[in-house]
């Protein structure tokens, strides 16, 4: 397949950012030059950029685990002989990762190859708009290397792979960042959702205004009211465009024909069947082996606390959804959100057994290392993305589901923060103008249906955040950003500082003098 072509380039392309021709017995003679290069579909190449994010950002390995497992919201306990795989996910669970972790690792590399595939695309004469969708792409990548690493390895186009890359850090990232996504927004389309557009980097310069203190230091940051007035401002552009509204049901934003129902998406990735898209790994990892009619590999939880969050009456903790190609579940049982309690066949309504032949009851307790006859049954399971059947059906890796990056709830949710934090309280569309209104407004929609709030702090808006966003790669950076990541929980000690950011892997500091490992590292 063209994808898989393009994600072996990538991932070699990955290597070489690092090396340096002092480390090597050999050195390159030449440098090919730009008329000695085949040259490249500008359109073709662009797609492989919007491709190669999948692995990195999609599913649940990569970007997914760094920021849900190293947090409250999702434990990935080894279940006797099942999900050890030498201990990687237990150690970002409770902070205890290295630079030789695989998931930090690979993550590190993969978003790396973003980087450069969209970087190499500006050779080879794309039109304004593929640029400026390349640069899009590029920023997003550094964005996330940013708010992990704290790093990012980077060359400019056609520079030589003999040199070894350089590196931006901190406030210098976050200021490129900016940057690019001031130059290139005009240049940017409108639509549709599933590509870089005008408001996809709205929300990502929000993103970075509403952390800036956070990537100038992460132990005692700082928020300053001129940057908190950006992200009301930009925030005041997108609801005043008036293009995005609440959908009647809140999973239809992850449904599998979300292209065309998720009326709050404002930024995702494109999936259809047969591409490969990793998004069906967010039911196949936590539904049970005998779960019908289909089955998982009986992995990731949540914690008791973190499902405690969430009112009897809020239906972000789950609700049967009438899925188009899926089983009739007549006895209309919670398919989707969080699974606890008993499970059924959702075709005949039988309850379900574990492979020893117990009741398949789904626990409230759940331990980083689980032991016993009930260890399979242990932990409430998350998932938000109703199940394709259509496409598991089919067989094969693909699903319809696009995976969801930038929501209208996100934008509101950090306009409250900004304001909160000492921004000018601005009125947009239906939804207030002061903190506490624009959270309710959010809240007590019918989609959501949960009781007002009566005060709104700090601490209560970061809980309504992980109620509204669990399961979309946000929960870590907003604890960070709270001062809460650190802290201990059940199954962690208190963390060390120097885990509010990831190492860089050992094998990219060994081949690169210009990168100097993160302090604790």
């Known amino acids: 397949m063209k994808y898989a072509k393009i994600a072996s380039a990538i991932t070699l392309l990955t290597l070489l950012q690092g090396a340096t021709s002092c480390d090597v017995d050999e050195t390159l003679q030449g440098q090919l030059s730009l008329d000695q290069i085949p040259r490249g579909d500008p359109a073709a190449l662009l797609q492989g950029v919007y491709n190669a994010q999948r692995d990195p950002i999609q ?257 972000r903790r789950g609700v049967a959804y009438d899925i188009s190609g899926g089983p009739a579940n007549p006895g209309r049982r919670i398919n989707v959100g969080f699974l606890a309690g008993q499970q059924y066949n959702l075709l005949t309504d039988a309850p379900l057994t574990t492979r020893g032949g117990a009741p398949l009851s789904f626990t409230r307790d759940i331990n980083l290392s689980e032991t016993g006859s009930d260890l399979e049954a242990k932990g409430i399971r998350p998932n938000k993305y109703p199940v394709d059947y259509v496409s598991e059906g089919k067989g094969g890796n693909g699903c319809e589901n696009d995976h969801v990056t930038f929501r209208l709830a996100d934008v509101l949710l950090m306009k409250a923060e900004a304001i909160l934090r000492g921004g000018t309280a601005t009125s947009a569309g239906t939804y207030g103008a002061t903190p506490l209104a624009i959270v309710n407004s959010v809240r007590t929609h019918p989609s959501r249906g949960a009781s007002a709030l009566t005060n709104l702090t700090l601490d209560v808006l970061l809980d309504e955040r992980g109620r509204e966003l669990y399961g979309e790669s946000w929960r870590r950076q907003d604890m960070v950003r709270f001062g809460k990541f650190l802290l201990a929980r059940k199954d962690k000690p208190l963390s060390d500082p120097k885990y509010l950011v990831y190492p860089v892997p050992k094998n990219q500091v060994d081949i690169n003098r210009n990168i100097t490992q993160n302090p604790g590292y």
């Not at 760094?66 to 150690?91: C, F, H, Q, Y």
């Not at 990762?97 to 690979?106: A, F, I, K, L, T």
């Not at 639509?191 to 005692?220: E, F, H, I, W």
């Not at 925030?235 to 008036?242: E, H, L, P, R, Y």
Request: net charge negative; glycine share 6%.
């Open 59 to 315: 599913g649940c390995v990569s970007v997914f685990a760094l920021e849900e497992v190293s947090t409250d919201a999702r434990i990935m306990p080894t279940r006797g002989p099942d999900w050890d795989d030498n201990g990687k996910w237990r150690a970002l669970f409770n902070h205890t990762w290295d630079p030789n972790n695989e998931r930090v690792r690979d993550t590190f590399n993969q978003l790396e190859g973003i980087i450069f595939a969209s970087t190499d695309l500006l050779r080879f004469d794309p039109t304004q708009q593929q640029q400026a969708e390349s640069r899009f792409l590029r920023a997003w990548a550094t964005y996330l290397l940013l708010d992990l690493y704290d790093q990012v390895l980077y060359r400019e186009p056609g520079e030589p792979l003999n040199e070894p890359a350089k590196v931006r850090q901190g406030s210098e990232a976050l200021n490129y960042i900016v940057s690019e996504l001031t130059a290139i927004q005009n240049n940017l389309p409108d639509a549709p959702v599933s590509k870089a557009t005008k408001d996809a980097a709205r929300v990502l310069l929000m993103k970075c205004y509403l952390n800036k203190g956070v990537y100038a230091n992460r132990q005692s940051p700082t928020f300053a009211a001129a940057d908190m007035n950006q992200v009301i401002a930009l925030a005041d552009q997108i609801i005043n465009s008036n293009k995005y509204s609440f959908t009647t049901n809140y999973f239809d934003n992850f449904a599998p024909n979300n292209g065309a129902i998720g009326r709050e998406n404002i930024f995702t990735q494109e999936n259809t069947f047969g591409n490969s898209g990793p998004t069906r790994d967010f039911w196949k990892f936590i539904s049970h082996y005998n779960m019908r009619p289909v089955d998982g590999y009986n992995g990731p939880a949540t914690t008791a606390g973190f499902y405690d969050l969430f009112e009897a009456t809020d239906k």
